[in-house]
Structures are given as C-alpha cells and as structure tokens.
C-alpha cells in the first residue's frame, strides 16, 4: 500500500535519517522508508520542550521497525529566543535541532535528512518550516501531496499507533512571557491530570504565571468544577475551562 510517488522519493534521496518526534507524522514517514526497502535511520532530540516519554515513544517505534535510533539532547532554554519566547522561538528550535540531526547523519554516512511535514501542514502556522527549508530537509508527504488524512490511512494499515499530539510545552506560555521549566512542568502535570480524568483528544493548558486556562473538546462543560480542582492542585490559583 506504500504509495508509488513516496516509493520512488524516499529511494531517490537515501541513505536518509528520518527526525523522528514521537508524534504520528514521523512514525509513519520511517515506516514508509522502511517498506521502500532504504537504509534509514531515526534520530530523536531531547530539547527539554517536551515530555520525557515523546523521546521514549520514538524509542520504541524505531525498535519496532527494526531502525536504528539515536537520541541527541539540545538544551533549547539556554537559547535566548527560545527562553524569552519571542515570535522566533519555534524557528530557532527547529533549526537548532535539524543542525544537530544533519550533523550526526554526515557523521555517521546518511546523505539526507526528512522529516514529517505533510501536505495539509501550513507553512504559515509553523515557524520551523522555514528553516527546513534553509537547511534542506526533505519533507515527503508533502513532496508526494500526501494530507492528514491519507497519513492516517497510511498509519491504519501498517499498524502504527496514532498518538494525540502533544506538542512543545513551550507553546502552553503566551509569546513574549519567559519560558521556565517550572511553567511547563505545571502545565504538563495538569494536562495529565485531564487525560487521566478521562478528556479525549486534543488538551490544552495555557499558564500565565500562576493562572492556568484549560482547553477541552466541547462537551465536557458539565465537569468545569471537577477539571478547576484537580488542576488548581497542581499549583495554579486562577483557573479557567474555554
């Protein structure tokens, strides 16, 4: 089921290394190269701007597939755009990680670096794809035209575990407000607590120094009061459910 247009791309541009995130999108992307029959590898970067268990998850898919994997550690708030949370960040951060992946592949004989970009994704709501772009990282899916929603197809029949995303914890901090560890560690403990309440889908929680703003598909107004609590445990004093 391995479309033809990625088939002939992933073998036109290999050995590659596929920047593999833990999300879907990669998941999926490096088991579209293992079944072109490529030699491929997967490299993961802890930048300190996600949970600890996204690294573990890529882990597990490479192991899976039967790629090798390497995690790389990039420790993004000691990059002052990225600390500061300026309107810069999510491209110094993408950047910064793709040099570190684009290094390690030229060390170790991969002559491209691609990642999961897809065709549905608009390059202006993410930052980072400029700098893809700038460093030459191949993006397949969107070089094949290949959406969301044929992905998903794609993840349906291989058996790869489509996961909600979970995105930069830095995103949960409002731009221009210093990104802290302490901050995104309260919003992940609180996201947390949502998931184990039992809220499907996409979660949100933005802080704001100690005021947390909780986003929950609709539906679930009902259990505000419960949400409000168990979040406000986590070290918050003014919560709100939008």
């Known amino acids: 089921m391995l479309p033809d247009c990625l088939r002939t791309y992933l073998r036109a541009h290999a050995p590659l290394v596929v920047a593999l995130s833990g999300g879907t999108d990669s998941a999926v992307l490096l088991a579209a190269a293992v079944r072109a029959g490529v030699e491929v590898a997967a490299v993961t970067v802890a930048t300190g701007l996600v949970p600890p268990e996204e690294v573990e998850v890529a882990a597990g898919v490479a192991r899976t597939l039967g790629v090798r994997h390497e995690t790389l550690s990039v420790e993004m708030l000691a990059r002052e755009a990225v600390r500061e949370n300026t309107p810069e960040r999510c491209y110094v951060c993408k950047r910064a990680m793709m040099e570190q992946v684009i290094a390690w592949g030229k060390a170790h004989g991969y002559h491209y670096v691609a990642d999961g970009t897809h065709a549905g994704d608009d390059p202006a709501g993410r930052p980072g794809v400029r700098a893809l772009a ?20 794609l ?6 575990e489509v996961r909600p995303s979970s995105s930069c914890m830095a995103t949960r901090i409002p731009t221009g407000i210093t990104v802290t560890a302490e901050a995104m560690r309260r919003a992940r403990e609180a996201e947390e607590f949502l998931r184990r309440a039992g809220i499907p889908g996409r979660i949100r929680v933005r802080v704001s120094g100690r005021s947390a703003r909780i986003e929950v598909p609709a539906g679930y107004e009902e259990q505000a009061r419960v949400l409000i609590a168990g979040v406000r445990a986590v070290g918050f004093d003014e919560v709100e459910v939008v």
Do not use: D, N, T
């Not at 993840?155 to 790869?160: D, K, L, M, R």
């Open 134 to 153: 700038e460093l030459g990282v191949l993006s397949p899916f969107a070089a094949c035209g290949i959406g969301r929603e044929e992905l998903l197809a």
């Open 155 to 160: 993840a349906a029949a291989w058996g790869v």
